[in-house]
């Protein structure tokens, strides 16, 4: 099983700094198959980036990713209000999903 | 409009059963394989299962195999989750999601299943 490290578990900053989330995995992961979520709180996760580096549909061009092999990233260029949230990578690979155990971005 | 609608989540006893259904319209759902992932009270996301969208191949987590069951009918659009031998370490949101290019695209709005006694 891969295994998906986030770090760091909390990332404090404020609005309209940049963001830089770490996903490192236990192996290579195929880039095809490597995507991030955003989950605010009582809500379900919302797909942001497959592919390593796509964004999904609506959104925002502040969020990109980016990494190969077993280190990837999510860069928020600009943190808007909205972005406060915890983060989550995940792997698809031979049919097994993992996760990540997700990174907090709070306001400083 | 893509929506998938969890339902029967419910409070149960230690070594009950619970089947979960996801209802699933504005997409052609059998064309897409899914998953059902959970999140417990506080914690992450931790993947569950996984059908293909012929229903010809399911995956389980180890924490689940031999108790849950994924199924799905695509004549009622429609995704399963059968739990069996329920455990407190079951207790989280259990949400549906299909699977495009490898991600999870879109989610469900999640059900509560609560194991306890």
């Known amino acids: 099983e891969i295994v998906l490290t986030q770090s760091p578990g909390t990332l404090s900053l404020s609005p309209g700094e940049r963001a830089t989330l770490s996903c490192r995995a236990s192996?290579?992961?195929?880039?095809?198959?490597l995507a991030w979520y955003q989950q605010k709180p009582g809500q379900a996760p919302r797909l942001l980036i497959y592919?390593?580096?796509s964004r999904a549909t609506g959104i925002p061009d502040r969020f990109s990713g980016s990494g190969s092999g077993t280190d990837f990233t999510l860069t928020i260029s600009r943190l808007g209000p909205e972005d406060f949230a915890v983060y989550y990578c995940q792997q698809y690979g031979t049919s097994r999903l993992t996760f990540g155990g997700g990174t907090k971005v709070d306001i400083k | 409009e893509v929506q998938l609608l969890e339902s029967g989540g419910a409070l149960v006893q230690p070594g009950g059963s619970l089947r979960l259904s996801c209802a699933a319209s504005g997409f052609t759902f059998r064309s897409y394989a899914m998953s059902w992932v959970r999140q417990a009270p506080g914690k992450g996301l931790e993947w569950v299962s996984t059908i293909s969208s012929n229903s010809d191949t399911t995956y389980y987590a180890d924490s689940v195999k031999g108790r849950f069951t994924i199924s799905r009918d695509n004549s009622k659009n429609t995704l399963y989750l059968q739990m069996n031998s329920l455990r407190a370490e079951d207790t989280a949101v259990y949400y549906c999601?299909?699977?495009?290019?490898?991600?999870?695209?879109?989610w469900g709005q999640g059900t509560l299943v609560t194991v306890s006694s």
């Open positions: 999601a299909n699977i495009w290019a490898g991600a999870l695209d879109h």
């Open positions: 592919g390593a580096s």
């Open positions: 192996q290579s992961v195929s880039s095809s198959y």
